[in-house]
């Protein structure tokens, strides 16, 4: 088992920062594949970033490319996920995502169900 605890999140206007952490705790970080994805209600959970068990390589979703940047520490068991430029269309339910998946894949590595661990999930709310 492993457990997931983001924080990080809240309110910030338009062109704003926010830096979101996922600590996790259990069975062997290092091990697993991480991602993060976000969701607004009534609509599908979207991924956003996903980073490789060693830290590399990442891949985004076009919308966030050049402003989002995710990380890890594998020695302090937390991902993260650094906002840049928020924008209003930002704003959603963020959810790190552990997982043992062929990361190769690029339908897999986007695909909800590909992986096993989630958090809570953090509001991320951003003004115009």
């Known amino acids: 088992q492993v457990q997931l605890v983001e924080s990080g999140g809240g309110l910030v206007q338009a062109g704003g920062s926010l830096r979101l952490s996922c600590a996790a705790s259990g069975r062997t970080f290092s091990s697993y594949h991480m991602a993060w994805f976000r969701q607004i209600p009534g609509k599908e959970r979207e991924f956003v970033a996903a980073i490789r068990w060693s830290g590399g390589p990442t891949y985004y979703v076009d919308s966030v490319k050049d402003r989002f940047t995710i990380s890890r520490d594998n020695e302090k068991n937390t991902v993260y996920l650094q906002m840049n430029n928020l924008k209003p269309e930002d704003t959603a339910v963020y959810y790190c995502?552990?997982?043992?998946?062929?990361?190769?894949?690029?339908?897999?590595?986007?695909?909800?169900?590909?992986?096993?661990?989630w958090g809570q999930g953090t509001q991320v709310t951003v003004s115009s």
């Open positions: 995502a552990a997982g043992v998946l062929p990361y190769s894949s690029n339908y897999y590595r986007q695909t909800a169900g590909a992986y096993e661990y």
